[in-house]
């Protein structure tokens, strides 16, 4: 039974197209986020939504934008996109944004962009 | 901004042989640090958190420490299943966000 679950697995096209990157958590968790995994492997946090509200915001471009329609999800449009956000985008979860030792991670979607 | 340093950046040992993986970090009041293991094609699986200075955890074959400044994770005679990339990270006080370092790749070879 997945905790975490990222739709789709890999990703790829071009450059200035729009795409999206879905996920759900049924963990039954308040906050949820978006990590980028380059390729130097640094882990950095974009954005982080709690019961619905965007509680952290980093410095992302603006192609980026979250969605969180409900609780247990949390999606990722790019428009847009460029060679440099290649990556590979993991969504998490934890019960409430101070409990970071029960964030829980999907299992990441590779986004190349041609 | 917080940091953190991860040392070395990839570790090679052979079966039983025991090792540390360091961590060192700067952070403006410390919330949390916590050690993750993430496998080829996956996301970080939570290992430890470690909350203030002369705190240790263990678990199996790991152990991890902290101190003021950095932290360690002892593996004591590693397995081949052990091989992985260890990711450190810190929660500092002004935020919630978690800062990554950029791993410690280990392979126990048999």
């Known amino acids: 039974d997945t905790a975490v679950s990222q739709t789709p697995k890999y990703l790829v096209t071009q450059m200035g197209n729009d795409k999206s990157i879905k996920c759900e958590q049924n963990?039954?968790?308040?906050?949820m986020y978006w990590y980028k995994q380059d390729s130097k492997k640094f882990l950095k946090i974009m954005f982080s939504?709690?019961?619905?509200?965007?509680?952290i915001n980093e410095t992302v471009p603006n192609r980026f934008s979250p969605k969180s329609p409900d609780k247990a999800h949390l999606n990722l449009h790019i428009n847009s996109l460029e060679l440099g956000d290649s990556a590979v985008y993991f969504c998490?979860?934890?019960?409430?944004?101070?409990?970071?030792?029960?964030?829980?991670f999907g299992p990441g979607t590779r986004l190349t962009v041609l | 901004e917080d940091q953190v340093t991860q040392s070395p950046e990839a570790l090679r040992l052979q079966e039983g042989e025991s090792s540390s993986l360091n961590c060192s970090y700067t952070?403006?009041?410390?919330?949390?640090l916590f050690w993750y293991r993430q496998d080829p094609g996956k996301g970080p699986e939570f290992l430890f958190t470690l909350y203030s200075a002369g705190e240790e955890k263990e678990k199996e074959r790991l152990k991890a420490t902290l101190t003021k400044k950095e932290s360690f994770l002892h593996i004591t005679a590693p397995k081949p299943e052990d091989s992985a990339t260890y990711l450190c990270?810190?929660?500092?006080?002004?935020?919630?966000?978690?800062?990554f370092g950029k791993g410690t790749l280990l392979t126990v070879n048999p």
């Open positions: 952070v403006s009041g410390l919330r949390g």
């Open positions: 963990l039954g968790h308040d906050t």
């Open positions: 990270a810190v929660q500092g006080g002004s935020n919630y966000k978690l800062t």
């Open positions: 939504y709690n019961n619905k509200e965007l509680i």
């Open positions: 998490a979860s934890s019960q409430d944004p101070g409990d970071a030792a029960t964030q829980y």
